[in-house]
């Protein structure tokens, strides 16, 4: 649309990539995660995707006590025998 000039991609990319650096912490899925993703996956009643059941199994077997979501299948799918129960929607979404 005109509003950016060549270099903004290249600066906005890079301010992405420090952010992530130091605020983040990136989590690669180990064989664990898979057999996990899998179990849950197999719950076809609440409509989990399989990156999402990836995303939950990820965080459930590194000992996260939330995972904050707007995905309202997501919300639902945590709540499935295994996960903790303190998982679901962020405060006040509902689901």
Same mark, same amino acid.
């Given at each position: 649309? =005109?509003?950016?000039? +060549?270099? @903004?991609? !290249?600066? /906005?990319?890079?301010?992405?990539?420090?952010?992530?650096? *130091?605020?983040?912490?990136?989590?690669?899925?180990?064989?664990?995660?898979?057999?996990?993703?899998?179990?849950?996956?197999?719950?076809?009643?609440? =409509?989990?995707?399989? +990156?999402? @059941?990836? !995303?939950? /199994?990820?965080?459930?077997?590194?000992?996260?006590?939330? *995972?904050?979501?707007?995905?309202?299948?997501?919300?639902?799918?945590?709540?499935?025998?295994?996960?903790?129960?303190?998982?679901?929607?962020?405060? =006040?979404?509902?689901?």
């Amino acid at each position: 649309m =005109g509003g950016l000039d +060549a270099a @903004a991609p !290249r600066v /906005a990319g890079s301010r992405f990539e420090t952010m992530v650096e *130091v605020s983040f912490v990136v989590l690669l899925p180990n064989r664990d995660d898979f057999d996990r993703a899998w179990g849950w996956f197999g719950h076809f009643e609440t =409509g989990l995707r399989a +990156a999402d @059941a990836q !995303r939950l /199994a990820i965080t459930g077997n590194r000992g996260a006590n939330a *995972v904050h979501s707007l995905d309202k299948k997501m919300i639902v799918a945590s709540k499935v025998p295994g996960f903790s129960s303190s998982m679901g929607a962020l405060p =006040g979404y509902g689901g």
